[in-house]
């Protein structure tokens, strides 16, 4: 059984890999947000503003165009299989109604993350690789300063299936829509 600290700041020092259980088991509002891969957490703080303004349009875009009997929640505990448990920034559940702890990955149509200066590597590389490694068929990937991309799931891997141009996402896949990156 994990020990968290009481005061804000302090670190767990542990020889034995975390589990899913154990990051579980944490105080939920930590300040923070807590990943597992493999027995290793990844920790990152509270996102910037920038980054809160970009979700808050996907959060806004989104509804509209999804699908009947298909849900968006934002930053969810998504558990990948062993010792993987993710929090993306928002996801598309191929069901409504979710209220677990966490959902798993099947359950989800797509996984959505946006680039923060503190997860470049971990949305860029690691977490797309985890995702398509449990079979999410989609992954979107937005960039504060940049592009935003959908991959579809092919063979085991994501493949470009469309890229943001002058501040808007257009697609047709997993269902089809325009949003508006920009306001």
Aim: overall charge negative; hydrophobic content about 40%.
């Amino acid at each position: 059984m994990p020990h968290w600290p009481a005061e804000p700041g302090h670190l767990v020092l542990r020889v034995e890999p975390w589990t899913v259980e154990d990051v579980l088991d944490l105080p939920e509002d930590r300040g923070c947000r807590i990943e597992l891969v493999d027995g290793a957490l990844l920790v990152s703080p509270a996102p910037r503003s920038g980054h809160q303004r970009l979700l808050q349009r996907l959060l806004i875009g989104f509804p509209p165009v999804l699908p009947a009997g298909t849900e968006l929640l934002p930053g969810v505990n998504v558990r990948l299989g062993g010792q993987r448990l993710l929090i993306p920034d928002f996801v598309v559940m191929n069901r409504s109604g979710h209220s677990g702890l966490y959902c798993q990955a099947q359950d989800l149509l797509l996984a959505a993350e946006i680039v923060s200066p503190s997860s470049r590597v971990q949305d860029r590389v690691l977490k797309r690789q985890l995702y398509a490694e449990a079979g999410v068929p989609f992954y979107l990937l937005v960039e504060t300063d940049g592009p935003a991309v959908l991959f579809e799931l092919a063979d085991g891997e994501y493949r470009e299936s469309a890229r943001s141009e002058g501040g808007k996402l257009t697609f047709s896949q997993p269902f089809a829509a325009t949003l508006d990156l920009t306001r």
